[in-house]
């Protein structure tokens, strides 16, 4: 009797065991559309602000406009299940790059040719939280990162 | 015995919704596969092509969909048959641009609920020095039925879960725009009427490398 009971513990263990690996696996998957659709609006946001981005002329320290950076803005797409509005939280920061000499070496006898000013683009995109982007718990990272950098036309 | 009868009801529960994850995951891994190689050949085919070049369908390609209005937009870009023969490209010291021989389309189907995209590779009759407009022949060559097209190449089915393509050419900055959204429907959820589906929304934003003269 006592191998039968412990025969049965064995496999109701193994059971919850299937069930919670099931569970978190469906969550897990739940957010993964939404984290596909969050990484091609970075890609898509950073190439608007790289073809939008222009230098200020004359501003010191170097800034550039014609896109709102610093500012959070938003996008609504249908993701997931029954084609849900889900708002994608975007920020758009850049940070100026100042080249190493040893890009041009000799810039006085030999110039390479001007290819504007060096910036860094970084895009944050999040989504299911309006006020900050932290992941959120037992539903992965809800927060993604894309950074590159471009040169700008003066 | 009662208590085997549990075990056994939870374990084929937990089977069967094991196989409904499966599904359920395969439906939603395909429609990110297939969004993934649609922005990956999109994008390539615009940033090889001239803005000059381009076009989309001159009427609108709308359905509706649920009292939804979608469009299913084609558009047209210049392309080489060949881009690493010597012989694509013009002598012309100050420009070296290339002369386009061939047009790749991109269009949806207007078939509901989901309809179809097609990349396809078209050689119209050739042009001495290449190509100097967009695709005159746009319009009648994106039936539903891809094989009634004319001068194609290649097709290729990039999807079949489309519910909007909705395309822009902006010559003012250079850019080319796409909207897609995709829906596919997997298997209806036992016990319930609720089919699984996968909803994908996006925007792209192109700017083709090869616009001469410049913008």
């Given amino acids: ?10 496999i109701a263990i193994a059971t919850l065991g299937l069930i919670a690996a099931l569970t978190r696996l469906m969550v897990a998957q739940s957010s993964s559309s939404h984290q596909t659709v969050a990484r091609i609006i970075a890609d898509s946001v950073m190439q608007r602000a790289v073809l939008q981005a222009r230098p200020v002329k004359g501003a010191s320290p170097p800034t550039l406009d014609n896109f709102d950076f610093g500012t959070v803005q938003t996008e609504e797409v249908r993701v997931g ?44 995109v999040w989504w299911n939280n ?3 982007h932290e992941g959120a718990i037992e539903r992965g990272t809800e927060t993604i990162e894309a950074t590159t950098l471009s040169y700008i036309e003066n | 015995m ?47 092509t001239n803005i000059w070049l381009c076009n989309k369908n001159p009427a609108p390609r709308s359905v509706t969909v649920g009292g939804d209005t979608f469009q299913r937009d ?61 695709y005159a022949g746009l319009s009648p060559n994106i039936n539903n039925n891809p094989e009634l097209n004319a001068n194609v190449f290649h097709s ?41 589906e996968e909803n994908l929304q996006v925007s792209f934003m192109f700017q083709p490398k090869n616009s001469w003269p410049q913008i």
Avoid at chain 1, 1 to 10: F, G, N
Avoid at chain 2, 4 to 23: D, K
Avoid at chain 2, 177 to 189: M, Y
Wanted: hydrophobic share 40%; glycine share 6%; net charge negative.
């Fill in chain 1, 130 to 132: 309006e006020n900050s």
């Fill in chain 2, 2 to 48: 009662s208590i085997l009868s549990v075990l056994v009801a939870v374990l084929f529960g937990a089977f069967e919704m094991g196989t409904r994850i499966f599904r359920d995951t395969n439906v939603r891994q395909s429609t990110e596969n297939q969004l993934r190689s649609i922005k990956l050949l999109l994008e390539r085919d615009a940033n090889h």
């Fill in chain 2, 74 to 134: 084609a558009l047209s870009m210049a392309t080489l048959k060949d881009w690493d023969a010597p012989g694509s490209y013009s002598t012309d010291e100050e420009s070296l641009r290339a002369m386009f021989d061939r047009y790749v389309v991109w269009y949806a189907t207007t078939e509901v609920p989901q309809g179809k995209l097609f990349r396809q590779l078209v050689d119209p009759p050739p042009v001495s020095g290449g190509f100097t407009t967009p």
């Fill in chain 1, 1 to 10: 009797m006592a191998e039968v009971i412990l025969c049965l513990s064995l």
């Fill in chain 1, 81 to 124: 299940q029954n084609a849900e509005l889900v708002t994608f939280f975007y920020l758009v920061d850049v940070e100026r790059v100042v080249q190493p000499v040893a890009f041009n070496p000799d810039p006085v006898n030999n110039p390479w040719p001007q290819m504007g000013q060096m910036w860094q683009f970084k895009v944050t």
């Fill in chain 2, 156 to 196: 290729r089915p990039m999807s079949s879960d489309v519910m909007d393509f909705t395309t822009g050419v902006n010559f003012g900055n250079g850019t080319i725009t796409v909207t897609l959204r995709l829906k596919a429907d997997g298997q209806l959820r036992p016990g319930t009427q609720v089919r699984t």
